[in-house]
């Protein structure tokens, strides 16, 4: 079932409801003279006024967008919201003139409460119902993001409230012949059924407040921020590479309009930057189902190199490669240690001077105390194998696969030039992993692929 068949039907079931609560009060009010019960009859009469607006708000808030309403008509929702809080303000109004001129009228027909057994029935009926309603509309209007629902919901929310103090109201007027008259009780219990109603009235102003102040903010466009945080932590944590700089979120009922800029290398070619703005579109739509992000990229600034990256533009000039890169500020001053990738098969004589060409460079760039370097077989290198390629290779690798303990391979590729060979097994995806552990988790298991296979290629495995 879709949001707006959910909407329907949960406005429609409101309606009938407060429609036979509307009823019920009215005729019970008439018959006991309470006015806390008159009152909760004139606030179920509005409720279902609003309740059978908020029907036809839904309805129409359905509608997809047009030429003329580029973003929907979920705004009708925020309006009929706001014509509910209005109609409930007339409601305490109404009830906070009634209950002073009772409170300050002399007669005793006044404060005169006929209280009988369908009193408590229909206030109990009417708090079973309320309790009900409010549960789901809530529910509901939390599920479809309906400002409309959620103003029902809060009005038989409120009705919960105000039917308890009602039943106590006509409670204390049911026992108020039991206590003395002229005492301090039995003057309370007599205008419990008042006072009750006073408490309705200012709980109603203080709805009033809430659901104003929310239909006012979604009109004027003011986000609670619950979409927007959500865009900025995936963008922190999936998309750290391009960072955010300006972020816009509109709100629609149960849809969001999202604009953002993000920075992007300038050397970026124009298809990689679309496929990186449907990346992160498709990343946005599945945390927020429906949204319609537009994504604007702004070239970055050229930034100055840091220590790292110089360090490794120095390297690439003497044409070497450079990894396991450490800078340290320490009491003993600047260190800077790299591992120097160098031809496995080449002699150190004939790699000395540029070796100490590199340190030099280092140091006077860096200002840097001490400079050290380990070197290393360069890794880029594929080795020739004398051993041909078994015919069942694959199975082998599958095989192995399944004695180490890996995860079984998603793809096997063998790659060949002459006797040079090697292998990319990949396999599925560990998200729970960071960098760290993915890089542990890699090594392992290459080094036991490499005890299990013949050494007939170089062996690399990595992710999907």
Not at 89 to 111: F, K, N, P, Q, Y
Not at 259 to 275: F, G, I, K, S, W
Not at 396 to 425: D, E, K
Request: include cysteine; charged fraction near 20%.
């Amino acid at each position: 079932m879709d949001a707006d068949t959910k909407k329907a039907i949960a406005a429609g079931s409101s309606v009938l409801w407060s429609a036979l609560l509307t009823v019920m009060k009215f005729i019970v009010g008439i018959v006991t003279g309470s006015l806390g019960i008159l009152s909760e009859a004139l606030h179920s009469a509005l409720d279902m006024l609003a309740a059978l607006g908020t029907y036809f708000a839904v309805k129409l808030a359905a509608r997809p967008a047009d030429a003329e309403h580029p973003y929907g008509h979920g705004r009708v929702e925020s309006l009929t919201a706001l014509a509910e809080t209005l109609l409930l303000l007339i409601t305490a109004g109404w009830v906070i003139m009634e209950a002073i001129e009772r409170l300050t009228s002399d007669s005793a027909e006044a404060l005169h409460v006929e209280t009988n057994v369908w009193a408590f029935v229909v206030i109990i009926v009417s708090l079973v119902v309320d309790i009900n309603r409010a549960a789901m509309l809530k529910r509901v209007a939390k599920e479809t993001k309906s400002d409309a629902l959620e103003a029902d919901a809060a009005h038989f929310a409120s009705d919960i409230w105000s039917s308890a103090a009602v039943l106590l109201g006509i409670s204390g007027a049911a026992v108020a012949h039991m206590t003395l008259e002229g005492s301090w009780l039995n003057w309370l219990l007599l205008r419990a059924d008042v006072l009750a109603s006073l408490a309705v009235a200012v709980l109603i102003l203080h709805i009033c407040w809430e659901l104003g102040c929310k239909s006012i903010n979604n009109l004027m466009d003011k986000t609670d921020g619950e979409s927007a945080r959500t865009v900025r932590r995936l963008m922190a944590e999936r998309m750290p590479a391009y960072p955010l700089q300006t972020l816009r979120v509109r709100e629609v009922g149960n849809k969001a309009y999202i604009e953002m800029v993000v920075a992007v290398p300038r050397e970026l070619h124009v298809d990689t930057a679309h496929d990186i703005s449907e990346a992160i579109e498709e990343l946005i739509s599945a945390a927020l189902p429906g949204a319609e992000t537009a994504v604007h990229m702004h070239p970055k600034d050229a930034e100055p190199d840091s220590h790292e990256m110089l360090v490794r533009r120095i390297a690439l000039t003497h044409r070497f490669g450079v990894h396991g890169l450490v800078l340290m500020q320490s009491e003993q001053g600047y260190t800077v240690f790299a591992d120097l990738e160098l031809p496995g098969n080449a002699s150190l004589d004939s790699w000395h001077i540029a070796i100490q060409a590199f340190r030099k460079e280092v140091s006077l760039r860096l200002n840097a105390d001490r400079v050290m370097v380990h070197v290393e077989p360069d890794l880029r290198e594929i080795p020739a194998y004398a051993t041909p390629v078994p015919d069942d290779w694959e199975q082998l690798v599958r095989q192995a696969m399944i004695t180490s303990g890996a995860p079984l391979p998603t793809g096997i590729s063998l790659y060949t030039a002459g006797n040079r060979r090697f292998c990319i097994i990949t396999i599925p995806q560990e998200c729970c992993l960071n960098v760290q552990e993915s890089h542990e988790r890699l090594t392992a298991i290459n080094r036991k692929l490499r005890s299990e296979l013949p050494a007939v290629a170089r062996i690399i495995v990595v992710y999907e």
